[in-house]
Nanobody, 114 residues
């Protein structure tokens, strides 16, 4: 059972990126999933979550800019990030919601330059 995040990179403020997570193992399709991020020197935080049925919630800090989606048939969870800000910089991880400690992968680095 694995979660593999990808799609990060370097982008200028105001730009967009889409990060995706492919999961193996049917367990993930029946649970809520989340995108988390950890900025340098800060604790990891929840950015967005989505139920198995597709109901989504995002953190206030990214509301109106980030969109989470999932495709259970393709075993993917994605995060579309628009109007990026330097404070969005960090390593982005996908995991269950609530997160399972054994499922933290390496994440994908997003760097937003000012």
């Amino acid at each position: 059972v694995q979660l593999q995040a990808s799609g990060g990179g370097l982008v200028q403020a105001g730009g967009s990126l889409r990060v995706s997570c492919v999961y193996s193992g049917t367990i993930f399709s029946i649970y809520d999933m989340g995108w988390y991020r950890q900025a340098p020197g800060k604790q990891r935080e929840l950015v967005a979550r989505i139920s198995r049925g597709g109901s989504a919630t995002v953190a206030d800090s990214v509301k109106g800019r980030f969109i989470i989606s999932r495709d259970n048939a393709k075993n993917t969870v994605s995060l579309q990030m628009n109007s990026l800000r330097p404070e969005d910089t960090g390593v982005y991880y996908c995991n269950l919601f609530p997160p399972g400690q054994r499922y933290w992968g390496q994440g994908t680095l997003v760097t937003v330059s000012s």
